[in-house]
DNA sequence: TAAATAAATCGGAATGATTCCTAATTAAGA
DNA sequence: TCTTAATTAGGAATCATTCCGATTTATTTA
């Protein structure tokens, strides 16, 4: 999603289209893939809207998630970390260095099945797999060595 | 997993079996498989053993959670789930009644694949499929209806 | 069976992320 | 430009969870 689709999105919905709201978006488009939390999407769009606050800077991540502009992941002993992809993909999560890695799959779970079988009709998914990321396994194993 | 045989897994991993743990070991069976969280184990375990405390609590789903004899289970907005079922599943998380399902699948995902694309290695997975339960449905359905 | 000790426990304080609150500000439409 | 509903700031409050230090206890060993 390209910054202006975004504002677009805003004004379709009747949002208004502020400047600490703007800069959150430049820092999401930034960020990429790189999954960023809260606190960080705040320093760094602070740094171009001096006066943003903490508190608006989560009520702007929520306003956007409840919209599905982006989308809000949940994570252990993490901070809750805002994605722009909004494909269904697997997050890979680095237990050593807490990376975050996109694998895109297609639709791995059929939900008519799911639904005839069980009545529970899904609506979202959150598809995760814990491990090590490529550059932990070779430092883990030039440490163990 | 019986209770005899997470009370052995203790004993082989050198872990005390306490009164206290003995107690949220039985909560854990009691509850069956409805994900439970900490303050539930902890309000049914202090009936049990009336000295429980909440940080003993946590402390022995934590300990437990390491050695693998359950998993914790994070999720939106709701405090940390705790899973006796060991198997690879998909947990149906109704956006409703906060309920819990478990799914079944065979392993989605291939990790040797994941590995060879990506170069990260799973260890852990972590599925949920969001949306609402057959009664929710009908629940809705019928205020809507 | 008693002593030794490492582990476990308690309970309360601390933490950290997030939400809530209220007054002040402001974007956007009339 | 005026109006107003939405947004914002900043600080207090919340909630789950962890940490801490002193005490207790399950298990080992003599």
Redesign the interface.
Known sequence: MTKESMISQLRKRGLKVTPQRLAIIDVLMEQGNSHPGASLIYKKAKKKRKSLSLSTTYATLNEFSRHGIIK?L???KMEDRYDRNLEEH?N?I??RCKKI?D?N?PF??DPKR?VK??????????????????EC?EEERSIKG
């Open positions: 809000t949940q994570f252990d697997i890979l680095c237990e890695l694998y799959v791995i779970v799911v079988k069980t009545g529970f009709s899904i609506t979202d998914a959150r598809l995760e797999y814990y491990g090590l990321c490529r396994r």
